[in-house]
C-alpha cells in the first residue's frame, strides 16, 4: 500500500515555499525575537545601538547563559534543576574562603592553597551536588521538582556555614594581604581582543555542550529518555545514570558561573546569584528546549539568555522602574511559552 504522507516534493512550488518560509519561522523563533527586539530598543534609545553597551550585554548575560547550558542537559531528561544558583553560591564560597582563609584539617594547618588547587575543589563541589541531585532522583524516584527545591535550600544553609554568614574575602583577609587571584578578577571582569572574557568562556561552555548533545552518546542518551523514557529503557539506555550525569553536567557550569561571578564581584557570599535558578529556566525555554524534555539544544538557550540580557539591558536605559521590570520580564516569558506551544502544535500538525 502506498504511503499516504505527502512530501515537500508532492506539493506545488507555491506552497512547498509557504512551508519553508513557516518552517523558517518555526525554527528561528528565538532568533527572530532578538532581532526585533534590538530594532525596537534601537529606535527607543541612542545608546542601545552602540559598541561599549553591547560588550556590557554581552558581559551581564555571561552568567546566565553558562547556567542555562547545564540546565539545558536537565529540562532535556524532562526535569528541572531548582538548585543552579545555590551551587553557584557554594561553589563560589568554598574557592574564595580557600582562596583567602588557612585550611585546617584534623588539628593539621594546610595554609592557604595555591589557586589552582582552590578552584579546582569549588568545580568538584558543583560536580558533587550534580550527582547528589541525579542519585537521589534516580535512586529515589523522587520529582525533579522536589529534588532540587530542597537541595536548593541545603546548600545556601551550607554555603553560609562555610562563609560564616559574612562576604568573603572578609575585611580581615584583605587587610592581611589575602585576596582573590588576578586571573579569577580577569575572567570575571576583563576583556581578551575587546571581548569580555566571561562571554567567552560562555561561548566555550556552550560549544563544549553543544558538541556532547550532538555528537556524543550521552547527548543521544538525554534526548532519548527525555523524548520517550520507556522507548529508551527498552533500547538499553540506563536512565539512572544518563540524569546523574545530566546533574553533574549542570552542577559544574554552575560552579564555573558561580566563580565568573566571584571575578566580576570581587567577593562571593551565600546568597549570591539569587534568583538565577528560574533566569536560566526562562532562558532554557526562551530558547526554544521543550520544558518537557527531549527537544531543543544549548545554542537556543544561548540566545534566550542573550534575550534576557537585552531586554533588561534595555529597560534600564529607558529608566523603566525595577518594580515595572520585573511585571514587562515575566509578560515576555508567558508570551514567549505561550508562541513555543503554539509553534509545536504547528509542527505536529505538519
Given at each position: 500500500?502506498?504511503?499516504?504522507?505527502r512530501?515537500?516534493?508532492?506539493?506545488?512550488?507555491?506552497?512547498?515555499?509557504?512551508?519553508?518560509?513557516?518552517?523558517?519561522?518555526?525554527?528561528?523563533g528565538?532568533?527572530?525575537?532578538?532581532?526585533?527586539?534590538?530594532?525596537?530598543?534601537?529606535?527607543?534609545?541612542?545608546?542601545?545601538?552602540?559598541?561599549d553597551?553591547?560588550?556590557?550585554?554581552?558581559?551581564?548575560?555571561?552568567?546566565?547563559?553558562?547556567?542555562?547550558?547545564?540546565?539545558?542537559?536537565?529540562?532535556?531528561?524532562?526535569?528541572?534543576?531548582?538548585?543552579?544558583?545555590?551551587?553557584?553560591?557554594?561553589?563560589?564560597?568554598?574557592?574564595?574562603?580557600?582562596?583567602t582563609?588557612?585550611?585546617?584539617?584534623?588539628?593539621?594547618?594546610?595554609?592557604?592553597?595555591p589557586?589552582?588547587?582552590?578552584?579546582?575543589?569549588?568545580?568538584?563541589?558543583?560536580?558533587?551536588?550534580?550527582a547528589?541531585?541525579?542519585?537521589i532522583?534516580?535512586?529515589?524516584?523522587?520529582?525533579?521538582?522536589?529534588?532540587?527545591?530542597?537541595?536548593?535550600?541545603?546548600?545556601?544553609?551550607?554555603?553560609?556555614?562555610?562563609?560564616?554568614?559574612?562576604?568573603?574575602?572578609?575585611?580581615?583577609?584583605?587587610a592581611?594581604?589575602?585576596?582573590?587571584?588576578?586571573?579569577?578578577?580577569?575572567?570575571?571582569?576583563?576583556?581578551?581582543?575587546?571581548?569580555?572574557?566571561?562571554?567567552?568562556?560562555?561561548?566555550?561552555?556552550?560549544?563544549?555542550?553543544?558538541y556532547?548533545?550532538?555528537?556524543?552518546?550521552?547527548?543521544?542518551?538525554?534526548?532519548?529518555?527525555?523524548?520517550?523514557?520507556?522507548?529508551?529503557?527498552?533500547?538499553?539506555?540506563?536512565?539512572?545514570r544518563?540524569?546523574?550525569?545530566?546533574?553533574?553536567i549542570?552542577?559544574?557550569?554552575?560552579?564555573?558561573a558561580?566563580?565568573?561571578?566571584?571575578?566580576?564581584?570581587?567577593?562571593?557570599?551565600?546568597?549570591?546569584?539569587?534568583?538565577?535558578?528560574?533566569?536560566?529556566?526562562?532562558?532554557?525555554?526562551?530558547?526554544?528546549?521543550?520544558?518537557?524534555g527531549?527537544?531543543?539544544?544549548?545554542?537556543?538557550?544561548?540566545?534566550?539568555?542573550?534575550?534576557?540580557?537585552?531586554l533588561?539591558?534595555?529597560l534600564?536605559?529607558?529608566?523603566?522602574?525595577?518594580?515595572?521590570?520585573?511585571?514587562?520580564?515575566?509578560?515576555?516569558?508567558?508570551?514567549?511559552?505561550?508562541?513555543?506551544?503554539?509553534r509545536?502544535?504547528?509542527?505536529?500538525?505538519?
Amino acid at each position: 500500500m502506498a504511503s499516504q504522507q505527502r512530501t515537500g516534493a508532492d506539493l506545488p512550488s507555491s506552497t512547498s515555499t509557504g512551508l519553508r518560509y513557516r518552517d523558517l519561522l518555526l525554527r528561528g523563533g528565538p532568533f527572530i525575537a532578538l532581532l526585533i527586539l534590538c530594532v525596537l530598543l534601537s529606535m527607543a534609545t541612542p545608546y542601545f545601538a552602540t559598541v561599549d553597551n553591547a560588550f556590557n550585554i554581552t558581559r551581564q548575560s555571561a552568567f546566565t547563559a553558562i547556567l542555562a547550558v547545564g540546565q539545558t542537559f536537565v529540562i532535556l531528561t524532562g526535569g528541572i534543576d531548582l538548585s543552579v544558583a545555590a551551587v553557584a553560591a557554594l561553589s563560589a564560597s568554598v574557592t574564595t574562603v580557600l582562596l583567602t582563609s588557612p585550611l585546617v584539617l584534623f588539628g593539621h594547618d594546610f595554609g592557604i592553597l595555591p589557586a589552582p588547587v582552590s578552584i579546582a575543589i569549588g568545580l568538584l563541589v558543583g560536580c558533587a551536588c550534580g550527582a547528589l541531585n541525579g542519585w537521589i532522583i534516580a535512586r529515589f524516584k523522587i520529582p525533579d521538582f522536589i529534588t532540587t527545591l530542597g537541595t536548593m535550600t541545603i546548600l545556601r544553609g551550607v554555603a553560609l556555614i562555610v562563609t560564616d554568614g559574612l562576604p568573603v574575602p572578609s575585611f580581615q583577609a584583605t587587610a592581611s594581604g589575602a585576596g582573590l587571584p588576578e586571573a579569577l578578577i580577569q575572567a570575571g571582569s576583563g576583556s581578551l581582543f575587546g571581548m569580555p572574557i566571561s562571554a567567552i568562556i560562555a561561548l566555550i561552555v556552550a560549544l563544549v555542550g553543544f558538541y556532547i548533545l550532538r555528537y556524543r552518546a550521552l547527548g543521544r542518551a538525554i534526548y532519548a529518555v527525555g523524548g520517550n523514557r520507556e522507548a529508551a529503557r527498552v533500547s538499553g539506555i540506563d536512565i539512572g545514570r544518563t540524569k546523574i550525569m545530566a546533574y553533574m553536567i549542570s552542577g559544574l557550569t554552575a560552579a564555573i558561573a558561580g566563580l565568573i561571578m566571584v571575578g566580576r564581584l570581587n567577593s562571593a557570599n551565600a546568597l549570591m546569584a539569587d534568583g538565577e535558578e528560574l533566569r536560566s529556566i526562562a532562558a532554557v525555554v526562551i530558547g526554544g528546549t521543550n520544558l518537557f524534555g527531549g527537544e531543543g539544544g544549548v545554542i537556543g538557550s544561548l540566545v534566550g539568555a542573550v534575550i534576557i540580557g537585552v531586554l533588561n539591558n534595555g529597560l534600564n536605559l529607558l529608566n523603566v522602574s525595577p518594580f515595572w521590570q520585573r511585571i514587562v520580564q515575566g509578560l515576555v516569558i508567558v508570551l514567549v511559552v505561550i508562541f513555543d506551544q503554539w509553534r509545536r502544535r504547528k509542527s505536529t500538525s505538519t
